[in-house]
């Protein structure tokens, strides 16, 4: 199975900042790459799919990069709805699509 | 609307089972590859298992010959069996419907969750 690694898990950042989280693929997953946003309580919502493609209505101050192994989600202007966790999942291939740990953002 | 609402979560003992309903509406079950993911408390998500359009399965090893995944096109639903229920398996279990599958196969629209509780 592919293995997915977020980091950081948790990170302590500003209305404002810009945000960078990381994904590492165990293995080679090309572009399947998919990002989800979760708020307690909620279902995950998808933001990102393919490593780079928006998904709609989705705010154009996410963006997604990467290919192969690495992967980064940039949130350019942390607003605070932004404050969630947020997961990497793979769609490389047969299943099972794993997810990373996920990346929590916290209020500064 | 598309939309997905799961129920049939609860309070299981150990050993026991229960069976998760995802009903769907706005779209055809048949039609797309549907996934069940599951969160544990405070933990991150997990896949659990999907089943193609063709009728294919696929499961995590933790739950293959404990769980079975189905779906009833008359109903429009999408379905996991679930027995012999460990405690481990207590999570929030979701429905999803998988978006470009074959292909790029993210999870575009996903159930509110049901509650699972293995406990004696």
């Known amino acids: 199975d592919i293995q997915m690694t977020q980091s950081p898990s948790s990170l302590s950042v500003s209305v404002g900042d810009r945000v960078t989280i990381t994904c590492r693929a165990s293995?080679?997953?090309?572009?399947?790459l998919n990002w989800y946003q979760q708020k307690p309580g909620k279902a995950p919502n998808l933001l990102i799919y393919?490593?780079?493609t928006l998904q709609s209505g989705v705010s154009s101050r996410f963006s997604g990069s990467g290919s192969g192994t690495d992967f980064t989600l940039t949130i350019s202007s942390l607003q605070p709805e932004d404050f969630a966790t947020y997961y990497c999942?793979?769609?490389?291939?047969?299943?099972?699509?794993?997810f990373g740990q996920g990346t929590k953002l916290e209020i500064k | 609307e598309v939309q997905l609402v799961e129920s049939g979560g609860g309070l299981s003992q150990p050993g026991g089972s229960l069976r998760l309903s995802c009903a769907a509406s706005?779209?055809?079950?048949?039609?797309?590859?549907m996934t069940w993911v599951r969160q544990a408390p405070g933990k991150g998500l997990e896949w659990v298992s999907v089943?193609?359009?063709?009728?294919?399965?696929y499961y995590t090893d933790s739950v293959k010959g404990r769980f079975t995944i189905s779906r009833d096109n008359s109903k429009n639903t999408l379905y996991l069996q679930m027995n012999s229920l460990r405690a481990e398996d207590t999570a929030v279990y979701y429905c999803?419907?998988?978006?470009?599958?074959?292909?790029?196969?993210?999870?575009?629209?996903w159930g509110q969750g049901t509650l699972v509780t293995v406990s004696s």
């Open positions: 393919a490593a780079s």
């Open positions: 999803a419907r998988n978006g470009d599958c074959p292909g790029d196969c993210y999870l575009d629209q």
């Open positions: 999942q793979q769609s490389y291939s047969s299943p099972p699509y794993t």
């Open positions: 293995r080679s997953i090309s572009t399947y």
């Open positions: 706005g779209f055809t079950v048949s039609s797309n590859y």
């Open positions: 089943i193609y359009t063709g009728g294919s399965t």
